[in-house]
């Protein structure tokens, strides 16, 4: 089994699209363009050295997408999960989680 290191990044995305996710229940798969990429304080940050071009996609409560339409900005903190998966951190305090509707 392999085990990762607890780790956490701060992102800013702007929302092009989503789907249900394929894998996990009451999940939404989006793919994103990142905007901003931050290490949050004592964690790694496995996500920013693995980011390939602009966009990413990465899994995200469905309640938590209530409402929100393609090009929002969200701003959401994410880890690198032991699958390999990009995820949102599903319950996340107020000040972690923000919408921006275009």
């Known amino acids: ?19 249900v996710h394929p894998r996990l229940e009451e999940w939404d798969l989006v793919t994103c363009q990142v905007l901003a990429s931050l290490p949050v304080p004592g964690v790694a940050d496995l996500i920013t050295p693995n980011l390939t071009g602009s966009q990413l996609s990465l899994g995200i409560r469905h309640e938590l997408l209530r409402d929100v339409v393609p090009g929002a900005t969200l701003h959401l903190r994410a880890k690198l999960g032991s699958s390999g998966d990009v995820l949102a951190e599903p319950h996340p305090a107020a ?6 509707q275009p």
């Not at 000040?95 to 921006?100: M, N, Q």
């Open 1 to 19: 089994m392999v085990q990762i290191v607890e780790n956490l990044t701060a992102l800013t995305l702007r929302l092009l699209a989503r789907a």
């Open 95 to 100: 000040d972690d989680f923000r919408v921006e």
